[in-house]
């Protein structure tokens, strides 16, 4: 396999990889955010969803440009997520709750796309900074965090 196969390759799936990330962190913010009785941790949580939306067009963008389509988050990692969330949320429908839910979706999207940097090395520039970008974003927001646990 040639170099620029082996980049275009290892590009789109980082890409594809970063897609199902900021899904499942729309998504699981999606799950908590009515349930946030404070307002500077509601508008933090809508500021961390807009960030992924905006990186979410991004990615979209560059997967056109390989004419690539996204990737949906696993559906069993979504509904374990889904389940988990929801009764936490019924034992103790507390913001201390959804921070603790928050840190952990925080924790695991770091390190799945930390993982996801170091398998697809021959990624292009753009798709790695994307992938940092948001190992950034969910790093900050894990720390942001502790605030409320």
């Not at 170099?3 to 899904?23: F, N, P």
């Not at 799945?112 to 948001?134: C, M, P, V, W």
Request: glycine share 6%; with cysteine; aromatic share 4%.
């Amino acid at each position: 396999m040639n170099e620029k196969m082996k980049k275009d390759g290892d590009t789109v799936k980082l890409l594809r990889e970063c897609d199902a990330g900021i899904k499942m962190g729309i998504s699981s913010i999606d799950d908590v955010i009515y349930d946030v009785k404070d307002k500077s941790l509601r508008d933090m949580l809508d500021e961390c969803k807009r960030r992924h939306e905006v990186l979410s067009i991004e990615v979209g963008t560059l997967l056109d440009d390989h004419f690539e389509s996204g990737k949906n988050p696993n559906p069993m990692a979504k509904s374990m997520s889904f389940i988990k969330t929801n009764v936490k949320m019924m034992a103790s429908p507390k913001d201390s709750t959804v921070a603790d839910l928050m840190t952990d979706g925080c924790n695991m999207g770091v390190k799945s796309l930390g993982r996801y940097l170091n398998q697809y090395k021959n990624a292009d520039e753009k798709s790695r900074a994307i992938a940092k970008n948001l190992i950034n974003l969910e790093s900050s927001l894990a720390v942001d965090l502790r605030n409320y646990l």
